[in-house]
DNA sequence: CCTAATCTTATCAGGCGCGGCCTGATAAGCCCATTAGG
């Protein structure tokens, strides 16, 4: 049943979802994939998830983290191999990159479903894992979208956690 | 330590309904985001 919702919770006892630790195979596979197709669609994510044994969201995020750290790794080779074909006419475009543009399906909420995010968001919009699966199990969505719903309700309402601003702040002076 | 998880910002795109708004999904982060768990 319901237990307690409400309470104040000092600190969550964790923020972060677990660690998620791939297997060598499971890598292989993964980089493997993304070697051929950095930016795989929806359905690609999907299979890969069945054959790898993981959540589709895991593959969305790896990619993401392999796009970010093998892009830049990868600047100086790219520039050598540019130098090394002094062509005028644009041979081989490198922007050749295989986007799947299939995305997702829109999610569309209901109205209930939308009060209890909105609800939830009230209370606290940086919900941590176990918040963010206890409120999909609610609603009936899978968590990825309850942690999208809540980046982009952020994004949109100016509640973004306050970063280090100096003092510019309007309180009546810090104590 | 390595790198998965998280955050912010910007942009694309679907649904609705007829021009453009609302908002979910996706990508990048710059001398290459930050944080934190095993």
Not at 69 to 83: N, P, V
Not at 86 to 94: A, V
Not at 135 to 146: C, F, M, N, R, Y
Request: positive net charge; charged residues 30%; hydrophobic residues 25%.
């Amino acid at each position: 049943m319901a237990q307690d919702s409400s309470s104040n919770r000092p600190m969550p006892q964790k923020y972060r979802r677990n660690r998620t630790k791939f297997t060598k195979e499971q890598l292989k596979i993964l980089i493997d994939t993304f070697n051929q197709m950095p930016y795989p669609g929806y359905a690609t994510r999907l299979r890969l998830a069945l054959e790898i044994d993981t959540e589709e969201p895991r593959i969305q995020l790896w990619f993401k983290n392999r796009r970010a750290r093998y892009s830049f790794q990868k600047r100086g080779e790219q520039k050598e191999a540019l130098e090394s074909s002094q062509d005028p006419g644009q041979d081989h475009l490198p922007e050749q990159i295989p986007h799947e543009q299939v995305r997702q399906c829109r999610t569309i909420y209901s109205r209930s479903q939308l009060h209890a995010l909105i609800k939830a968001f009230r209370k606290n919009p940086y919900p941590g894992i176990h918040c963010r699966e206890q409120l999909a199990d609610d609603i009936g969505v899978p968590e990825s979208k309850v942690q999208t719903w809540f980046q982009n309700r952020r994004s949109r309402s100016g509640v973004q956690r306050k970063k280090k601003i100096p003092d510019e702040s309007f309180g009546q002076g810090q104590g």
